[in-house]
Structures are given as C-alpha cells and as structure tokens.
C-alpha cells in the first residue's frame, strides 16, 4: 500500500503516510480503517516530472513517436492484466466511496468497455488521418501527434473510471502522463500499479500520491506540464492554471461542476417525470456531475408531482453497498453531512419545507435524502451545486422562469424537458443548446452513452471527452509536406 511508481518502478516509501478510513460504520459506528498511502513530498513530484520529461523528449522511436499500433498492444496488455485484478479493484471502490456492489461493477466494466471502444475509435481516426492529400502540387501526410507531458486527474465520485477516461486517451495518443489519484478512492489505484510499470516503458506512466497543493503547485509552475486534464471542482482547476507561468501553452481538458435543471412540463407523462427525476437526482446519493440538482415543476401538476416523487424517494432502500438494490449508502467526504445540513437549514429558515418522510435524517455517515419545497432565489440551494442527497423542488407558471435560471446560472453541462408538446419542446431546445451542452428529452441528465460528445459551456468543462472526442483533445493534428519540383520544370 506504500508503493508508487515513477520512472518504471515501484518504489516503496518511507516516509510519512496517510491512513484511510471507509465511509462505512460497523456496529460500533466506528469508521473501518482501510489502509494507508504515502504522502509524497516536492521531491517526488519533480522525479515524476523528469521521469516523464525524458521518456516522452528522449529516444529516437520511443512511446510518442511509436506506431500506433504497438501503443494499441500496450494499452490492451495493460487491459488484460487490469481485468485479472477487478475483484480487488471493485472491492476497494466499494469500501472507499461507499459505492453500492453492483454500481463499482458498473464502474469498473464500464472503463474497460471505454478502453476497449477507444481503441476501436483510435484504429479509424489514424487511417482517415494518414492518408496523404495532394493539393497545389504539394503532397501532405497529415498524422495526429501527442501534446507533451499530461497530468491526469479524476474525481471522488468516479475514481477509477473518470481517471482512466483522460490517462487512456492521454497514453494512446503518444504523451507521457502524471496522475494523481482522487483522496477518496485512491488505494483502488494500488493493485494496477505492475499492471502500469509491465505493459507502458519507462517513464511514460508516473504515479503521486499525497496533498495536492504540495505535489500539483510545484509541477504547474514549472511551467513543464503541456496538458492538464482534471474532472472536479472548478475552483480548483482554475488554480492550477493560475499556476503554470504561460498559460497559453497549457491545453486544459476540464469536466467540472454542474447544476443540471429539470423542467416538467404541465403535459408530462408524470410517471416517466417521476421516475427520471428520481433516480437522475438520487443515484450514488447525488453525487455525479451529471446529477439533475434542481427540478422546475409546473404549477398546474405540482401537487401530483409531489405526491408521486415522494412516494418514490421514501421508498429508496439505504443501507450498506453490498445490500441488495441498495441507492442511499455512506458519504465518503467527512464534513458532506454538515455541510448539506446547513444547506436544508438555510433553504427551511427562508420558507421552504422538508416535504418527504425522515427527509434530511443523518446517521452516522448516512443521509437520508431531504426533498425541499417550495426553493426560491434567496435560498443557497437555488444556487450552489448540493452534490448530495438533497432535492430542491420550485414551481413555475411562465417557461421563461427556468429559462432565466439556466441563463443566469454559473454553470452550463445538461438539462432534463419533460413534456409532450414537440412544437413548446422544439422552440426550447433552441434556446437551450445556447445555454447547455446536451439536452434531454423526457429522460435524466447523465453522461453515457460514452461514445457521445460529453462536455459544458460556463464553469461546467473546457474541452470534451469521450470516446473519440478525447483523443482529439489529447493530440494535435500535425503534417509533413513534400513539395513536387519535377513538376515545375517540366
Ligand atoms: O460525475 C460526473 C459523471 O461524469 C457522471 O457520469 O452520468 O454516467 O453517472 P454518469
């Protein structure tokens, strides 16, 4: 559990470490101690920074200059030897975030189908851009090149799955990488680091562990790190661009906070509406980007809709992540439960209610989910991203109310429309691709398909990923051209 891995080899470390305690209390309420990882210090960062700097700038056909095929057999050796290991991997996400069983499954299923269809995507976006094209009497091989030296980082929420959909794309397209894993959901990392160190050469897979403001800051001032890929809080990723001396020659790939509305129209089919919203504002208690952290209901069907939501939201089962069809588990982050506390109590003390069972109930590192009603503007929750088990619930007469939120918030990642009039729906579309990256139709907001373009406008992401698009983001087109002479002294 002490080990981290720079320069193509597993180091173990001596110096000062970090435990790790579960979100999850046994029968003495106590947290259960999981582990520990090393707290690396500013030595190390600068050692995986020269690592990663000369496996990437030294040595004629190594890793970026590699046919591409040989950096596919890479990443599908590291593939098969990361399958080996899922139990161990799942069971330590499971323990570490408190994700339900069969969702750290789906997590850890899910980034091998990404690894594997991006390989798929990288075999047909090389041979569209290899060919050469001849044009003026010029003859050109256009080819994707990587970026440089790319420091990856993923979320708490998606430890292994959303680090792995900017480190794979990075690796494949030829740069040589950095990551830190997220501080909860950091020993999952642990099984895979041989699997790293066997199937990527020397130096082009570089692994810290420890604080983030000791470890990231000296690297961003270097001004060495060419690429920063980082899913999180925005706050932070602005920071650490603030850091990086030039920072127009930093490409940042961001995904980062999102506070996705969901707008039921009067005509909805309310057991659809329902459904969606529920599980769009509840899974993994809330804790996904994508979550729908807002609901606009229309005042004529508010009363129903209600009724129905809550019905739903007290019949969620909470419990521990192995139970069966369990949906409320433990909060990993230790002060969350304050902080969505202080939440419900700002939005109660300015009018609104608590309007479902036990709503709002803390146990241990439980919550269970807290439906508020009716939210306004002056409330905190109208505004700040909750990531957590609380449901702000408003009315609205005139569409142009959710409008004006989606207009005036800070963030821009997805909405939800339910409703059935395709001539209301189609005029709102057009005005809220303006406002939002991706709008959904009768259905929640969510990421996946991962094959589809997953980005934001606002504080909400710079660039995109998925699939195909985040090979695009980690490379850059480049070309040689040849100039046909003969021709001009024929
Ligand atoms: O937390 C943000 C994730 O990208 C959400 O992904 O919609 O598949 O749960 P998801």
């Not at 040589?176 to 999952?188: D, E, Q, T």
């Not at 707008?263 to 509840?282: F, H, K, Q, R, Y």
């Not at 821009?412 to 709008?439: H, T, Y």
């Amino acid at each position: 559990q002490d080990e981290y891995l720079i320069d193509g080899s597993i180091k173990h470390w001596k110096g000062q470490k970090q435990d790790v305690y579960s979100p999850i209390c046994l029968k003495d309420g106590k947290q259960v101690k999981l582990g520990t990882y090393p707290k690396l210090t500013q030595n190390e960062a600068h050692q995986a920074l020269d690592s990663a700097m000369n496996a990437y700038n030294h040595g004629m056909g190594q890793w970026p200059q590699m046919k591409v095929e040989e950096r596919i057999k890479a990443v599908e050796k590291f593939t098969f030897k990361m399958i080996e290991k899922r139990e161990e991997v799942v069971n330590l996400l499971m323990w570490e975030i408190g994700k339900s069983l069969k969702d750290s499954q789906k997590e850890f299923d899910r980034t091998v189908d990404y690894i594997k269809d991006t390989i798929e995507a990288l075999k047909n976006l090389d041979r569209k851009n290899s060919q050469l094209e001849i044009e003026s009497g010029i003859l050109a091989q256009v080819k994707r090149s990587p970026l440089g030296v790319t420091l990856c980082m993923g979320p708490f929420n998606y430890p292994l799955n959303e680090t792995f959909t900017t480190l794979i794309p990075a690796l494949i397209m030829g740069n040589a990488v950095i990551f830190k894993p997220p501080k909860f959901g950091v020993l999952l990392h642990r099984p895979l680091l041989e699997a790293f160190r066997d199937s990527f050469p020397k130096g082009i897979v570089n692994t810290l562990y420890g604080s983030g403001e000791e470890l990231l800051t000296p690297l961003m001032k270097s001004g060495k790190i060419d690429v920063l890929a980082f899913i999180g809080s925005s706050k932070v990723a602005s920071t650490m661009e603030h850091h990086h001396p030039k920072p127009n020659r930093l490409r940042s790939v961001l995904s980062l906070e999102a506070k996705n509305a969901a707008i039921v129209m009067p005509d909805a089919n309310l057991e659809v509406a329902v459904n969606e919203c529920v599980t769009g504002s509840l899974s993994y208690n809330g804790q996904r980007c994508t979550a729908l952290k807002i609901l606009f209901v229309h005042e004529n069907i508010v009363g129903s809709f209600l009724e129905q939501f809550n019905a739903k939201v007290d019949a969620i089962k909470y419990g521990m992540p192995w139970d069966k069809d369990v949906q409320i588990t433990p909060l990993p982050e230790s002060n969350k439960t304050t902080y969505l506390k202080d939440l419900i109590d700002d939005a109660t003390s300015k009018g609104a209610k608590i309007v479902n069972k036990d709503g709002g109930t803390i146990k241990n590192t439980f919550m269970f989910p807290a439906v508020l009603y009716p939210v306004n503007k002056d409330m905190k929750v109208y505004h700040e991203e909750q990531f957590g088990p609380v449901v702000p619930i408003l009315t609205y007469k005139d569409i142009h109310e959710p409008m004006q939120y989606l207009m005036e918030s800070n963030y821009g990642q997805q909405v939800s429309i339910f409703g059935n009039n395709s001539d209301e729906i189609a005029k709102m579309i057009d005005s809220f691709v303006n406002q939002v990256s991706r709008v959904n139709i009768n259905a929640q907001c969510q990421r996946g398909p991962d094959i589809f373009p997953f980005t934001g406008r606002k504080d909400s992401a710079q660039s995109t990923l998925s699939v195909g698009d985040a090979l695009r983001a980690f490379s850059i087109r480049s070309m040689v051209a040849i100039k046909n002479n003969s021709e001009n002294k024929e």
